[in-house]
C-alpha cells in the first residue's frame, strides 16, 4: 500500500518521497545555513550530518574554501540515491561518503568527528536517548554537535519552539555534552531554535 504524500516528509520513500526531498530541502535552507554557520568549520575537520536529505548541507561546507570532509547518514534509501547524485564529484573524490541507516542504531567510529550536524529530524529519532550517546561516543573531545529544529505541526508555534529548545537542552546536558548553548531565530514559517553542544576534552594528570 503506497504511503500518503504528507507521511513522506518523515519517511520518504520511491519517487514520492524524492519530491518531499526536494520541497523540504527548499523549506530548510535557511534553517541549514544558520546551522552550518553554528559549526565554525576549520581546515581539516571531519563532519557527520544525521538526515542529509538531499544533501544540500554536505555539498554547501564542501564548497566552501575550507577543506573538510563529510559522512552522511539518512533513514532513508531515497534520499540517500537523491543526494549520491548531488554529491557524486565529492564522493568520488573521497570527501563525501552518504550511508543509510539511524543515528541511534549506526555503528560509528569511536572519536572520530569534529563536528555532528542535524536539522529538522531530531524528533523523528527513535530513541533520541540512545542516539545522542552514540553521537557523543564518535565525536572528538573538544568538538561540537550542532542540532537545528523549527516545528511544523499544525500545532507549531513559540511555545512549542522553546519546548523543543527545553528538550535538546535536557537530552544534550543528559548525553554528557557540556557548554550546551540555546538561541533562537524567526525564520519563515515558524520560530526556530538552534542547540549547541561540546564533548569536554578530559585533562590527564602530570606525574
Request: hydrophobic residues 40%; contains cysteine.
Amino acid at each position: 500500500m503506497k504511503m500518503p504524500f504528507f507521511q513522506q516528509f518523515s519517511h520518504p520513500e520511491g519517487k514520492m518521497g524524492k519530491l518531499a526531498g526536494f520541497i523540504m530541502s527548499k523549506e530548510n535552507k535557511k534553517l541549514n545555513n544558520w546551522a552550518i554557520g553554528c559549526m565554525d568549520l576549520q581546515t581539516g575537520d571531519r563532519v557527520l550530518e544525521i538526515g542529509h536529505g538531499t544533501g544540500y548541507s554536505i555539498h554547501k561546507m564542501l564548497k566552501g574554501d575550507t577543506k573538510v570532509y563529510v559522512d552522511g547518514v539518512d533513514a532513508s534509501i531515497a534520499m540517500t540515491e537523491s543526494a549520491s547524485r548531488r554529491l557524486k564529484h565529492h564522493i568520488k573524490n573521497g570527501r563525501a561518503r552518504l550511508m543509510t541507516g539511524k543515528a541511534e542504531s549506526l555503528i560509528l567510529p569511536l572519536n572520530h568527528y569534529q563536528k555532528i550536524l542535524s536539522v529538522n529530524n531530531f524528533t523523528l529519532w527513535d530513541d533520541p536517548v540512545l542516539a545522542l550517546e552514540n553521537l557523543f561516543n564518535s565525536l572528538k573531545q573538544g568538538g561540537r554537535i550542532v542540532i537545528m529544529m523549527q516545528p511544523r505541526e499544525e500545532e507549531a508555534s513559540p511555545n512549542l519552539t522553546k519546548m523543543m529548545g527545553n528538550n535538546l537542552y535536557r537530552s544534550l546536558n543528559e548525553a554528557g555534552f557540556s557548554h550546551v548553548t540555546i538561541s533562537y531565530r524567526r525564520i519563515w514559517p515558524e520560530l526556530s531554535v538552534c542547540a549547541v553542544g561540546f564533548k569536554k576534552v578530559q585533562l590527564t594528570g602530570i606525574d
